[in-house]
């Protein structure tokens, strides 16, 4: 039994792949994720972890916990599945914009450039997975009360925390209302701003079964490329022909 | 002809004051845009298309009037319809007009349309439909222009016509139309009549192929859906030019086989119809099902049943089958296609948004942005009353103020 548990937490390897992966050529890299829905819990402290990092306002959320019901009582069970952008290989919602304001990079990931995004929300149409979302410039402090001359109220509120987009992509973005990511669609994006600075996901580091490996699927050495390698793999929509670059296990 | 003129004089005012009343009205869906951007509407992530792209594609149908007018003079030789030509170019841009308005009102990021032009994806249908839109524009604002300058130089001739020195400019200072001048203006026309008909239908049909090349949306994914579109909007812009026709030209002449013709497309559009929800019943995948169950059975089957079958298809049907040579029941038939065809529009593009692409995604992450029902709001409402107020209130000051009737006098001479 003992034997059967890692010798390591998969988060360390993945770490340690992480470090190996940024001392390669960019175009070397080829990020991929698995997501081992028979350790998925549905805690979904990985959206909850995805919205806190990217300050993600109402309405826009980048990685979901599927949810399905499935058998007949009393046999039911309940199956969780991470739905984060699945960065196809082939991805549709690249091909729609009319504008290019997404791509897919060189290293896999699928992105967007906020400005020069029109916001038709062709690509949100176009994505089998509904994984994009436009962003209406909601507010969660809309509903506080407002105290003219006091420290707290709604205006307080926003500017301790939501009125200051996060550096997605690794840019600062100006206040919230003044312009991009407001009006524009958008998306997982692999938390390129933290593999930037050697930092895993905040989805896979706050997954408290381990349930998401991530990593670079062209490092034969990493614990995703292993995962990959696994009888139980599958990907979502397979028949479309999109290539996910996120796997799922059985 | 003295009663339609009358008529037609107490309808104009009346329909002046209506489209100033939408203006005032929708000028606060219009502040709420504007100043809130689509914070106000209603449409969110699932259902990311709304009403607004709905009527993008109802006025784009209605273009098609003028495509149907080249069509049926220069192909099918039926040259009285040739009067229509300034009318029908007219409306083409009138219309284009409120479509270019309330599709850059639905973006995010309405003032970087810049980017379609340095920053251009080759290879998105949407890209093309934006050339093609340009191109419309490109064809028929000269084809307009050249339909009436004869009359625009004349009426700048004029000394005693209020505004003379407005023609005067817009004929470009010209004062003299000479024999020659008549036969270039002519050769240009039937150039661009020429070049419409090939751009028309890659335009129209571009338009089913933004949905229909979508294979995640199985009940647009299909080869149909460009022919279907294409015969929409040649209903909804004959119907509309029809309508016009018998308002502004109200000869049976041109009536009549008008109304033959919105008829065989009425019957054809109808039967493509029927065949794509066969077809779609009888695949029984569950995606196309439950859209389709939307439109037939869903919240909204009156929208289908009662609105686009009943009242915009066999009601006109039966006005035109039994009424052929009443140039007011065609009329009135026509008018009934074009009023309820934004029911067919929403109905094509709402339920296949509508279906949650996804299992278990109904069981997540709740918000009012990340739910598949749909229902445009008021201020969605008020910025369409206004588009459509001011299309209206162009196109009737655009009539009085400038030769569209006049001018298409005697065209037939020159086809």
Redesign the interface.
Known sequence: MARDLPAEDPLVRMQRDLKRALKKKPQDIKWGMVIDIAKCIGCHAC?IACVAENKLP????YR?????DTGKYPYVWR?F?P?PCLHCQNP?CT???????TWKTEQGAVIVDYN???????C???????A???????WYTADTAELPGKLFGRKAAANGYEAHPATEYGKKWPERDHG?P????RKCHFCLHRLKVGMLPACTTSCIGRATIFGDRSDPQSLVYEMIGSPRVYV??ED?GTRPSVYYLK | MFWNNIMKNRWEKKLIILAIIGLVVGSWGMFQRLAYGHLGMNYGSFVPWGLWVAFDLFFLGLTAGAFLITILTYVFRIKLLANLGPLAAFTVLVTLLCEVIIISLDLGHPLRVYRFLITPNVGSMLFWLVVFIISMWLIYAPWFYFLIREHLIAWGNDATRPGHKVYRFLALCKTAYTFQDRQRDHRRTRFLSYLSLPIGVIFFGAHGAIFAILHNRPLWNSAMLPLIFIMAALLSGGALITFLAYLYQPDDKLIHPLGHVVLLILLTFLFLEALQIFVGYQSKITGIVTSLDLITVGPYWWAFWVVHLVIGSAIPAFLLIRYPDNSKMVATACFLIIVTFLAVRLNYLIPDLAVYKLEGLQNTFFHRRLRPEYVPNLNEWLVSVWVISLGLLTFLLGTRWLPVIQAGRGEEEHV
């Open positions: 959206t109402p309405g826009v959320v979901v916990v599927l949810e399905e199956r599945t739905r549709p091909k729609a914009c009319p504008v290019t304001a020069r995004c029109i916001g038709c929300r062709y949100l149409v176009a994505c089998p997975y509904a994009r979302t436009s962003d209406f410039g909601e991009s407001v009006g524009n669609a979502l929509k479309l």
